[in-house]
């Protein structure tokens, strides 16, 4: 029964799209944002630049502290969709709560782990955080199960250290700054900000090709759009519209320089200056997606991440097709490329 309603589903699609497109079902859409990092930036461009009005929707962004805080929101019927860790719908789908990813905003996630100031010279590797305070955006967040996943890899039991919530932009500057963690994951521009201030020497970062692969043994796709899957299926007009502005916005940042890409950025949401923000959006833009796609070698990677030191995870039947859905991302590359 399941594979008749999808089949219905995405034939329905494929007949709005073969016309003009049809208005989406829902035009208020309340989006839970984890944070205001690079990985989602597409998000914030859509919104700037126009493109969710260009679909018909009325977009109000609410910026958390942390992915867990988006997911709850979402769960709690306060949110749509979220602008969140695609990590997260393998997890609630461990626990038989189906989410959906429709569109993926960054390949990589240009995560930093590392020690602050006064721990530089004490602490040379992962291995030595072992009863340490470590700084996440949020308990349960991505930059959490990053940390765990981290530690396992290095033999220390993420249950021997002590995780402390900092938030993922003007706070974790703030936290690190104070000393009030040993270290930190965290990602840009933050990462890049105290860095340059001597307030964050990396242990291992995930922003390059090699540095992922070290990490995770490929790219790891962090940041993505997601909903319930009742909400994808009632509103399948209104998760295009998303898709569609999602995806033009990615469009445009492969194109766009650094500059225009910061002058892209609403203001409220910048935590540094423009030349810094440059700075960082340079080392990390190669980790944004150029079509929303999600492919299914980098969803199977995720689930064996999380499964690297989750056993509730390790142990659930999890379909991972149904974690995620291009159908959305792909109509919108079909009708972008007719004449």
């Known amino acids: 029964m399941k594979r008749i309603v999808a089949m219905s589903l995405c034939s329905a699609l494929?007949?709005?799209?073969?016309?003009?497109?049809?208005?989406?079902?829902?035009?208020?859409?309340?989006?839970?944002?984890a944070g205001v990092g690079f990985p989602y930036l597409p998000f914030l461009v859509a919104a700037q630049r126009g493109y969710f009005k260009d679909e018909g929707l009325d977009v109000q962004i609410g910026v958390f502290a942390g992915g867990s805080k988006a997911l709850e929101a979402l769960m709690g019927g306060s949110a749509d969709i979220v602008a969140g860790a695609y990590?997260?719908?393998?997890?609630?789908?461990?626990?038989?709560?189906?989410?959906?990813?429709?569109?993926?905003?960054?390949?990589?996630?240009?995560?930093?782990?590392?020690?602050?100031?006064?721990?530089?010279?004490?602490?040379?590797?992962?291995?030595?955080?072992?009863?340490?305070?470590?700084?996440?955006?949020?308990?349960?967040?991505?930059?959490?199960?990053?940390?765990?996943y981290l530690l396992t890899k290095a033999g220390v039991d993420p249950d021997d250290v002590s995780i402390v919530g900092i938030g993922a932009s003007s706070g974790a500057v703030a936290a690190a700054k104070a000393g009030l963690v040993d270290a930190l994951m965290t990602n840009d521009p933050v990462a890049t900000i105290l860095?340059?201030?001597?307030?964050?020497?990396?242990?291992?970062?995930?922003?390059?090709?090699?540095?992922?692969?070290?990490?995770?043994?490929?790219?790891?796709?962090?940041?993505?759009?997601?909903?319930?899957?009742?909400?994808?299926?009632?509103?399948?007009?209104?998760?295009?519209?998303?898709?569609?502005?999602?995806?033009?916005?990615e469009r445009w940042m492969a194109a766009a320089s650094p500059e225009q890409v910061a002058e892209s950025v609403p203001k409220d949401y910048?935590?540094?200056?423009?030349?810094?923000?440059?700075?960082?959006?340079?080392?990390?833009?190669?980790?944004?997606?150029?079509?929303?796609?999600?492919?299914?070698?980098?969803?199977?990677l995720v689930r064996d991440v999380l499964a690297a030191f989750d056993p509730a995870i390790a142990d659930a039947q999890i379909d991972l097709n149904a974690t995620y859905d291009n159908r959305f991302v792909q109509n919108y590359a079909a009708k972008a490329a007719q004449p």
């Open 195 to 249: 860095e340059e201030s001597g307030d964050l020497t990396p242990l291992i970062e995930m922003r390059s090709e090699e540095g992922n692969r070290t990490a995770f043994g490929g790219d790891y796709p962090e940041a993505a759009i997601y909903s319930t899957r009742e909400f994808v299926e009632a509103n399948p007009n209104t998760v295009q519209a998303v898709a569609n502005a999602i995806v033009r916005a």
């Open 270 to 300: 910048m935590v540094t200056d423009k030349a810094l923000f440059v700075r960082a959006y340079s080392k990390l833009s190669r980790c944004l997606s150029r079509d929303g796609m999600m492919t299914a070698e980098s969803a199977a």
């Open 87 to 148: 990590s997260n719908t393998i997890s609630m789908a461990a626990k038989g709560q189906p989410l959906v990813s429709f569109a993926i905003q960054a390949n990589c996630p240009d995560w930093v782990f590392g020690v602050t100031r006064e721990n530089r010279d004490k602490i040379k590797s992962i291995a030595d955080l072992k009863g340490k305070r470590i700084g996440v955006s949020a308990p349960g967040s991505s930059f959490h199960m990053g940390v765990n």
């Open 14 to 33: 494929l007949l709005a799209w073969t016309g003009a497109q049809a208005a989406p079902e829902k035009t208020e859409i309340h989006l839970a944002a």
